[in-house]
Nanobody, 118 residues
Framework: VQLVESGGGSVQAGGSLKLSCTAF????????GAWFRQAPGKEREGVAA???????HYGYRIEGRFAISRDSAANTLYLQMNSLKREDTAVYYC??????????????WGQGTQVTVS
């Protein structure tokens, strides 16, 4: 199994970015998918998750600014990030696991993509 993230980069506060995570060896249609992030010196936190049935979860600090989605045909998970703030700066990780709900442990992880907001 391999999760390949892309779309990170540098953006000014108030801007937008869209992260992508393409899966190889598993199908997002039958797995829960999630985005986590970790800033320097801080613990990893859940950003957004989508369960198999489409139930969505968002971290409390997201405040309606981000949207998680998946494209079954492309086998790709997305994270649309709008109104970015400096505190959103972190390495963002894609994760997948069959049968989990919300932030329950994920076994499959991507390599991470850096998002820097200035």
């Amino acid at each position: 199994v391999q999760l390949v993230e892309s779309g990170g980069g540098s953006v000014q506060a108030g801007g937008s970015l869209k992260l992508s995570c393409t899966a190889f060896g598993l199908t997002f249609a039958t797995y829960a998918g999630a985005w986590f992030r970790q800033a320097p010196g801080k613990e990893r936190e859940g950003v957004a998750a989508i369960e198999m049935d489409g139930t969505l979860h968002y971290g409390y600090r997201i405040e309606g600014r981000f949207a998680i989605s998946r494209d079954s045909a492309a086998n790709t998970l997305y994270l649309q990030m709008n109104s970015l703030k400096r505190e959103d700066t972190a390495v963002y990780y894609c994760a997948a696991q069959r049968g989990v709900m919300g932030w329950a442990p994920y076994n499959y992880w991507g390599q991470g993509t850096q998002v820097t907001v200035s």
